[in-house]
């Protein structure tokens, strides 16, 4: 898959896409991720893209003119499944919404700044607005990053061990059962003997069980919400 990412600030976004995951994806030919200057698309010689709102609000605004050239050019190379927009108001960022994501072939994603953009480019442009939480942040550039990472992680063939990725928490709305590793006592702490037994329908049994209880007893909403489904 393809993903385009619009910011005034790549240089948060280089040195992420570049490492662990989303490095070994691109390497393999499984996903290509892009970043692209807004600036580079504003005919303002100053470069600016933002500009005072109408009605007299605070803060500034991104403007319509370099977002519509910027995605404009892009769509002039190809077409685009998604084009979303980074928005606290936005749809909840989900490992279902990462999974839906994944089997798309591209994607772009605008990274908000400032007060926001344009109302105009969201009515026109913009198909889907997703949020990673219900705070502010200074622009949208985390919230595109966090968004690229689970979802490329997912593509088959990324991760190495795929059962992993299919495993982590939020998979099933239940959060994963604790892990442990070597050596099997620590200073006394030690490691559940079901684990040890090698018999791998009860460890499957325990594993379910203990998924359950810790869904229970830190994240019951993702129970409500699995029975409202």
Known sequence: MRIDIITVLPEMIEGF?????????QKKGLAEIHLHQLRDYTTDKWRRV??????????????CEPIDR?????????DYDEVIFTSPDGEQFNQHV???????????????HYKGIDQRIRD????????????VLTG?????AVMADAIVRVIPGVVGDEQSALS?????????APIYTRPA???????????????????????IEQSLERTRRLRPDLLEKSKNK
């Open 50 to 63: 933002d500009d005072y709102p109408y009605g007299g609000f605070a803060g500034m605004v991104m403007q």
């Open 70 to 78: 910027c995605i404009s050019a892009l769509k002039a190379e190809r």
């Open 98 to 112: 990462a999974n839906e994501l994944s089997l798309k072939g591209n994607i772009i994603i605008l990274c908000g």
């Open 17 to 25: 896409v570049r490492e662990s995951i989303l490095a070994r994806a």
């Open 140 to 144: 949208g550039e985390l919230a595109a």
């Open 185 to 207: 006592d620590y200073k006394g702490w030690k490691v559940p003997e079901i684990l040890l037994s090698g018999n791998e329908a009860k460890i499957k049994d325990w594993e």
């Open 168 to 176: 982590d928490c939020f998979q099933d709305d239940m959060l994963s």
């Open 124 to 135: 026109h442009l913009i198909t889907r607005e997703i949020s990673i939480g219900d705070y």
